[in-house]
C-alpha cells in the first residue's frame, strides 16, 4: 500500500515558477516509476511527467517540455516537479501517480496503481 500526498500548488503569475512535491509513504518507499499528470474541468487527466524508479530516465508532455523538470530523492520518498515559466494554460489540478505493479506505458492514467489527491496550480495572465 503507498500513500501519495502533494503539495506546493498555489496562485502564480504567468512567467513565474512553483514547484510541487509528492511525499510517499508506504512500506516500499518510492523507489520504483512515478508520474505526474494534469487535469482541468471537464477533460481527461493529461499526462505531463515520467520518471523510473532511480531517476535515470525521464520523459516530458511536449506542452511542458524545455519548462518543467522532474525528479525523485529516494532517501526523502519524495517526487519533485519544478515548473518554470509558467503559462495560463499550465492551470490544472496536478497529480502524482506511482506505477507499482503495471508495465504499461507510462503514458496512461490506467497504468498506475496509486495516484494523490491533487494540488490546484492557478497561473494569472
Known amino acids: 500500500q503507498v500513500t501519495l500526498v502533494e503539495s506546493g500548488g498555489g496562485l502564480v503569475q504567468a512567467g513565474g515558477s512553483l514547484r510541487l512535491s509528492c511525499a510517499a509513504s508506504?512500506?516500499?518507499?518510492?523507489?520504483?516509476?512515478m508520474s505526474w499528470f494534469r487535469q482541468t474541468p471537464g477533460k481527461e487527466r493529461e499526462f505531463i511527467a515520467y520518471?523510473?524508479?532511480?531517476?535515470?530516465?525521464?520523459d516530458y508532455a511536449d506542452s511542458v517540455k524545455g519548462r518543467f523538470a522532474i525528479s525523485k530523492d529516494n532517501d526523502k520518498n519524495t517526487l519533485y516537479l519544478q515548473m518554470d515559466s509558467l503559462k495560463p494554460e499550465d492551470t490544472a489540478v496536478y497529480y502524482c501517480?506511482?506505477?507499482?505493479?503495471?508495465?504499461?506505458?507510462?503514458?496512461?492514467?490506467?497504468?498506475?496503481?496509486?495516484w494523490g489527491q491533487g494540488t490546484q496550480v492557478t497561473v494569472s495572465s
Open positions: 520518471i523510473s524508479w532511480n531517476g535515470g530516465s525521464t
Open positions: 508506504g512500506s516500499t518507499g518510492s523507489r520504483y516509476p
Open positions: 501517480a506511482a506505477q507499482l505493479y503495471n508495465t504499461a506505458s507510462h503514458y496512461y492514467t490506467r497504468s498506475y496503481d496509486y
